[in-house]
């Protein structure tokens, strides 16, 4: 059952306990402001359709602590915990009143509040978040760049000479603004994942469940052989070796291969005489992990190749697939790929995916929604190299929009230099959207995705950009106010020392 809640919570309701008020120039008071709650909970309250059961944590509770803690970098228990202690915090989460004496929720709730906030929904808020900074503006400023209207007008336009109608004046723009693209990879908390590393992983846990399916009363002589000290004996030997040659990998490979194909025998087995050990859920997921992960290295293995389709690199987390990236650093990172737009500084996920794609083909995706978005198209797309193709190339043309780089063909001539002065400032201007990706990956949880599941870590990153674009409307609320003050300064330093003084 869900209860949605009645209004918006104004900072003039919060009871304390003790003498005083909240601050209203508090971050997280000005952060409350920025979020369309009310919007969010109609949507929210449609994944509750029976009015009976358990009475659901509000949407504020779940995404409010969800942004805390990714704003902050705290666990799911320390947020709980903060939330208990600071008053602000339960005012961002739609308290009505500080209370200390237990627990909002509780921290195992964390989970649920991921699974529930899934990616559609956090792209939708995310949406809603970004879309303020066209909309109310451009209404406010057209409200005031409007002149009053004369009572006697009909409402038509004036009429030129010759009969035509003269609507150069209230012709909209058909483009405006600069559209950024790119895409990154979101790296998930996994260890970098080798074939002999996979396979002596995947023998280990098919030892356990060869332990956990026999016992004494199945009417067999002895329990089955695993040759766990030999075979770890094996993977000790290559593992601790500094740089081993590639023909002693292969041969290690290939032994922990015949390890984990008796082991895969001996369970199945094991699974076919009565009363055999129960597994739990997660030993039985792993074991479907592992019958594909064997399939795969076999086919690798007797091929002698080093790449296959939907290639697991992970027991655990066997969603997440190697995206090659080209980077120094890394050349193949291992998570979640995100195509993303940027505009004035806000970012839009186009599209978040755990299989490597090509994030060309989302470009006409990304000027569509620009154009639902603002009502037009864009002037320019600053996109990199991958994005200029012929299709994309056509797309712009088709619609008037210039796409950053340098035109196919030879130069116009006299036009070379200004070409070159353009493709410049086009690069230093996407270096935004650059800088994002740093600042998510370094300053917040984008760099190392902690969530395990699949659907939680979706809405882990989702999370990400939330943050960073809640973060850069604020510093946008409070750019006028630092204009103002650095204006008022320069106009006192100006004046005369004794005015000053």
Request: aromatic share 8%; glycine share 6%.
């Amino acid at each position: 059952m869900y209860r949605q809640p009645s209004g918006q919570l104004k900072i003039e309701d919060f009871v304390l306990p003790f003498e005083g008020k909240l601050n209203s120039e508090n971050r997280w008071v000005k952060l409350s402001k920025l979020i369309p709650w009310e919007e969010i909970e109609k949507n929210y309250a449609q994944l509750f359709p029976s009015n009976t059961g358990t009475e659901a944590k509000s949407l504020r509770i779940a995404l409010g602590a969800l942004i805390i803690k990714e704003k902050c970098g705290y666990s799911d228990r320390e947020t709980v915990e903060q939330i208990k202690e600071n008053p602000y915090l339960q005012y961002f989460i739609g308290f009505d009143r500080y209370q200390d004496d237990k627990d909002p929720f509780d921290p195992s709730l964390m989970v649920h509040f991921r699974k529930r906030l899934d990616k559609d929904t956090m792209m939708a808020i995310n949406e809603m978040i970004c879309q303020y900074e066209k909309h109310p503006v451009q209404a406010v400023e057209e409200g005031k760049n409007k002149e009053p209207k004369d009572p006697q007008d009909p409402g038509e336009p004036p009429v030129s000479g010759g009969g035509q109608e003269d609507r150069s004046k209230t012709t909209e723009p058909t483009h405006k603004g600069k559209l950024l693209l790119d895409a990154t990879c979101a790296p998930a908390d996994v260890r970098y994942p080798t074939d002999l590393s996979l396979l002596n992983e995947a023998r280990e846990k098919t030892e356990a469940i060869i332990d956990a399916l026999y016992h004494g009363n199945l009417g067999l002589k002895k329990k089955p052989r695993t040759y766990r000290k030999k075979a770890r004996k094996h993977y000790l030997t290559i593992a601790k070796q500094r740089k081993p040659q590639t023909k002693a990998i292969r041969k290690a490979i290939g032994k922990q291969l015949g390890y984990v194909g008796r082991n895969l025998k001996t369970i199945d087995y094991l699974l076919s005489l009565e009363g055999h050990g129960r597994l739990n859920r997660r030993q039985s997921q792993h074991l479907e992990t592992i019958r594909t992960l064997y399939q795969q290295q076999r086919t690798m293995y007797t091929l002698k190749i080093h790449q296959i389709d939907d290639r697991i690199v992970s027991i655990s987390q066997p969603h997440i697939r190697p995206i090659v990236r080209g980077k120094a650093k890394a050349s193949t990172e291992f998570g979640a790929k995100v195509a993303i737009s940027m505009v004035d500084g806000y970012m839009v996920v186009d599209e978040l995916s755990w299989d490597p794609f090509n994030e060309s083909v989302n470009f006409q995706q990304a000027v569509e929604g620009y154009k639902k978005r603002f009502g037009y198209y864009p002037e320019a797309v600053l996109a990199d190299q991958i994005y200029r193709n012929r299709d994309n190339r056509a797309y712009c043309k088709k619609h008037g929009i210039r796409l950053s780089g340098p035109a196919l063909g030879r130069p116009k001539a006299g036009e070379a230099k200004r070409a070159e002065r353009l493709e410049i400032q086009d690069m230093s201007e996407r270096n935004a959207v650059e800088g994002g990706f740093g600042v998510g990956k370094r300053r917040y949880g984008l760099g190392r995705i902690m969530a395990r599941l699949k659907e939680t870590a979706e809405s882990v990153i989702m999370l990400q950009f939330i943050v960073m674009n809640l973060e850069h409307r604020l510093r946008v609320l409070f750019y006028p106010f630092y204009i103002f003050v650095l204006r008022r300064l320069q106009g006192l330093l100006k004046q005369p020392i004794s005015v000053l003084s």
